[in-house]
């Protein structure tokens, strides 16, 4: 027989043998029962996560596309019982393909890809800080682990031990994670859905790549970031490295998020979103008590947002923030409002927790008018507005507002009251006075009779010394005025925009002895500097500005005033003192016309005031 007869037939016997083998590869592979590993699959992975796992079953394939093939359908992983009752996690499928290669003859499980098909998760935080995710493969005693391997002995005591298992590449599509943060009342409840993840090159001792998308708040995938992990099995730890991730505001549907936040349902909203942000974390450690390090920078530039509530919008938004593992440090906000500039600074701290801040902000030249949507209001404010302030607090809850404290000044140049002459309507108010603005229009001056038909006020620049307390903003000791008065008291600010304001307004000298000379009733409400002296309360809420006159007092100032004058006169002409002997001051007291008020009053005066003081307590 020739050499090449004989090499044919070792060739055709070779590819016989191949053929055969493969066939008998698949024969194996479509006969083995990979769920008599199940008992000791379960088992191993309950003590390893230390919670309840399940599986409906797997199946060993083979196909061109994808090699030997491994199939997980319907797996679950419990959920913590001291969090809630169900499932942490739910996977429609998992699809791994194995190197049998490996495994026969190395006795290794090599899988060059693991698919994940839909999973979903849950991470839940309680109001003590603590998550479910903490106790996910903690460690428990040996007693216990004993407990658990023994309760299933018998179910995998003629099972053979695992292989190793090693893992190239992971891809999970279509996921869903279910955030529930409980320290918030109503619970905050955020969904990340269509998650897709993407590792390769996974290693137990070097880094490696990962991608991940989602979508939030949004129709479309609008979360991307980038990064790599590195696992320390000793401490059950893995670390993220050179993390990068950027979003478009403009991508998120602002109506979504009282869905997450239901506390935001009667909260200040914005209508309108812009912006990039960017998040770069150098380093982050997470293991089985949390969160251990973090290291990171967030920033948001070319930043706009647009507010029902105001007049224009916010833009030129820029910021820069710092994260650490306890500490969130805003380093600088700039933003442009109202036709100024708005600068702030802050930190939190604990944010995971105690969620302590404090910020410090500085607004220069923010027009009010721009500012404050003013729309149909009856009065509307002008001006040039300036605010250094400083804050702290706890919680970002609407509720937690309470607890707001601060301190600063708000200036006001070019300050005006369009719509409405605050002298003329306080003046209005005085209704014991018959008559009172008749008189006024008739026996007043011109130039005074004209500042009463004037229709705006034009204030002098104020300077306000705030404070917040239980997140209400007080000026203890306001003043307001304007060429022709002035206003002295307490101011109380709201969030919500309603203000009252309590006090002394007084009609500077010039135009209260114009006033009294018209109006003579007017004479008894000047003070001791010859002012006339109203006692006044504004209120506004839902831009009505109300101006109250306590007309209690103006009315028992007027009678107390007439009466003592008549009983002057009726006990001087008794005692036969003549009336061009004497002359009576606004307030009634009876004065020699070369002594003092308080050195010279009569005998007569003296009785008066002390029995009109006894009736009406003055």
């Excluded at 083995?32 to 008992?39: A, G, L, Q």
């Excluded at 002997?581 to 004065?591: E, F, K």
Aim: charge should be neutral; include cysteine; charged fraction near 25%.
């Amino acid at each position: 027989m020739s050499k090449l007869k004989i090499f044919k037939n070792v060739l055709i016997s070779f590819f016989v043998l191949v053929f055969l083998l493969i066939i008998a590869l698949f024969i194996f592979v479509k006969t083995f029962d990979v769920n008599r590993f199940k008992p000791r699959i379960l088992s191993e992975a309950k003590v390893a996560l230390n919670r309840d796992v399940d599986f409906e079953n797997a199946v060993l394939d083979i196909s061109l596309a994808n090699g030997f093939v491994l199939k997980v359908n319907e797996l679950s992983i419990g959920e913590d019982p001291a969090f809630q009752k169900g499932d942490f996690l739910n996977v429609r499928g998992v699809l791994l393909s194995v190197d049998v290669l490996k495994y026969l003859f190395k006795k290794k499980f090599l899988i060059p890809r693991i698919f994940v098909d839909t999973p979903t998760v849950t991470i839940i935080r309680r109001k003590d800080g603590s998550l479910n995710v903490n106790s996910l493969g903690s460690k428990v005693s040996q007693d216990e682990k004993k407990e658990a391997q023994e309760e299933e002995k018998k179910a995998v005591s003629a099972t053979p031990a695992l292989p190793p298992l090693l893992i190239s590449s992971f891809v999970l599509s279509r996921g869903q994670v279910t955030y529930l943060d409980r320290s918030f009342e109503p619970e905050l409840k955020l969904v990340i859905s269509d998650v897709s993840v993407k590792v390769d090159n996974i290693s137990l001792t070097e880094p490696f790549p990962f991608v991940a998308e989602g979508v939030v708040l949004s129709t479309k995938k609008n979360i991307k970031i980038k990064g790599k992990v590195s696992l320390d099995m000793k401490t059950d730890t893995a670390t993220v490295t050179e993390l990068k991730g950027a979003t478009d505001l403009s991508e998120f549907l602002l109506e979504k998020i009282p869905e997450v936040f239901p506390n935001a349902k009667n909260a200040t909203m914005p209508t309108q979103l812009k912006g990039l942000a960017d998040v770069k974390i150098e380093k982050m450690t997470v293991g089985p008590g949390g969160l251990s390090e973090l290291m990171g920078d967030v920033s948001l530039k070319d930043g706009f947002a647009e507010f029902k509530e105001l007049a224009s919008p916010i833009k030129d938004v820029r910021l820069d923030i710092k994260m650490t593992q306890s500490e969130i440090v805003l380093e600088d906000a700039l933003l442009g409002l109202a036709g100024g500039t708005v600068n702030a600074a802050g930190i939190i701290k604990d944010y995971l927790k105690e969620q302590n801040f404090t910020v410090s902000i500085n607004a220069e030249n923010l027009k009010a008018q721009e500012l404050l949507k003013q729309g149909e209001a009856p009065v509307k404010v002008e001006g040039d507005i300036s605010v250094g302030m400083k804050l702290a607090g706890q919680g970002f809850d609407p509720k937690a507002l309470s607890s707001l404290t601060g301190e600063g000044t708000i200036s006001v140049k070019k300050a005006k009251l369009k719509n409405i002459n605050v002298l003329k309507t306080v003046l209005d108010k005085i209704s014991v006075i018959p008559g009172l603005s008749e008189k006024m229009e008739t026996n007043l001056p011109t130039k005074y009779r004209e500042k009463l038909t004037e229709t705006d006020t034009a204030l002098s620049d104020i300077e306000l010394p705030v404070t917040i307390k239980q997140g209400v903003m007080v000026v203890p000791e306001a003043v307001l005025g304007s060429s022709e008065f002035l206003f002295k008291g307490s101011v109380e600010v709201g969030f919500d925009g309603a203000f009252s304001c309590e006090g002394s307004f007084l009609i500077f000298e010039e135009f209260s002895s114009a006033f009294v000379a018209g109006v003579p009733e007017l004479k008894y409400l000047l003070n001791e500097n010859r002012e006339i002296y109203i006692p006044l309360k504004i209120l506004k809420s839902a831009g009505e500005m109300k101006f109250i006159v306590d007309a209690e007092y103006i009315g028992k100032k007027l009678v107390v005033n007439q009466v003592k004058t008549q009983l002057i006169r009726v006990i001087d002409k008794a005692i036969g003192v003549k009336e061009t002997d004497t002359q009576t001051s606004a307030q009634g007291s009876r004065v020699l016309p070369t002594q003092t008020n308080e050195e010279n009053k009569s005998g007569a005066a003296e009785i008066v005031e002390s029995l009109l003081g006894t009736i009406f307590k003055k």
